[in-house]
């Protein structure tokens, strides 16, 4: 029997490139509201997502498909390469915070998802294979992504993204080193109010790793905002960081301090050291 030929083993599912269209519409279309309002997308990342889509299409309805599932693992390699690592790089850096405001929170993770599943079931392995180091690796796939949209977010200048960027690091179970010293440094630096307490929120949920309890002590020391200080005097005691002692301790006898935190911070000590 012959085998697929590069030339005409081109496959068109709608399962999965109408999803793709709907992606590539919707980002058109906001480019163009962008550009009306005077806040037009660069056109480097025109040119970034216009090549993920593209990618995309080539990894799911090009040859590489029947190639690498009837005669060439290089072929179904490559197609793993194209749609973990370079389409969602190419993508993700196509977008910044005004072009994900509206499309990423109302349609575009909905759509990604559905690109998800289609693509998952493309690349089902044969049963002689076993699934669980492709499930394992689609997973590590979407959660690098979620980490590349989060760090990108916490980037932007507006104060509105960088909170939507630590709420995205919610959907991150187990964040890699770079993700949480972003949120430590947004814990630190950012110089929006709201978007460190919603840091601390976010540094709960991770305040088994030994980085963040370090750096959610040395911020108790640094902060002068009196709503994060009882958020973070909250937080080392509920994580029962002892290293937060003498920090709580100063805290109590700095007559210059707000009252509500030195009386929280002295309340915090008693339970420290009880």
Not at 158 to 172: C, D, F, I, T
Request: charge should be neutral.
């Amino acid at each position: 029997m012959d085998g697929p030929s590069p030339l005409t083993s081109w496959t068109f599912e709608p399962l999965q490139l109408v999803p793709i269209l709907v992606v590539a519409l919707l980002y058109a279309r906001r480019s163009r509201t962008l550009a009306r309002r005077g806040t037009p997308v660069a056109s480097w990342r025109l040119w970034c997502f216009g090549l993920g889509i593209g990618l995309l299409v080539l990894a799911l309805a090009s040859p590489l498909d029947a190639l690498g599932e009837r005669q060439f693992l290089w072929a179904h390699m490559a197609q793993h390469i194209l749609l973990g690592d370079l389409a969602p790089l190419a993508l993700v850096a196509g977008l910044n915070g005004p072009l994900l405001q509206p499309v990423l929170q109302f349609g575009l993770a909905l759509v990604l998802l559905v690109v998800g599943v289609a693509a998952g079931w493309r690349l089902r392995p044969e049963p002689v294979v076993q699934p669980n180091g492709e499930i394992t690796e689609l997973r590590g796939e979407l959660r690098q992504m979620r980490q590349m949209v989060a760090l990108s977010l916490m980037q932007q200048q507006s104060a509105s993204e960088r909170l939507k960027g630590v709420n995205w690091s919610y959907q991150l179970q187990q964040p890699d080193r770079e993700v949480l010293t972003a949120l430590l440094d947004t814990l630190m630096h950012d110089p929006n109010v709201n978007v460190r307490l919603a840091a601390v929120d976010a540094l709960r949920q991770f305040g088994g790793q030994p980085v963040v309890r370090t750096g959610v002590v040395e911020a108790l020391g640094r902060q002068d905002s009196p709503m994060v200080q009882v958020a973070l005097i909250d937080l080392v005691v509920d994580l029962k960081e002892k290293e937060s002692v003498d920090t709580l301790r100063k805290l109590t006898q700095n007559e210059k301090l707000n009252e509500a935190v030195r009386t929280r911070a002295q309340k915090g000590l008693q339970e420290l050291e009880g």
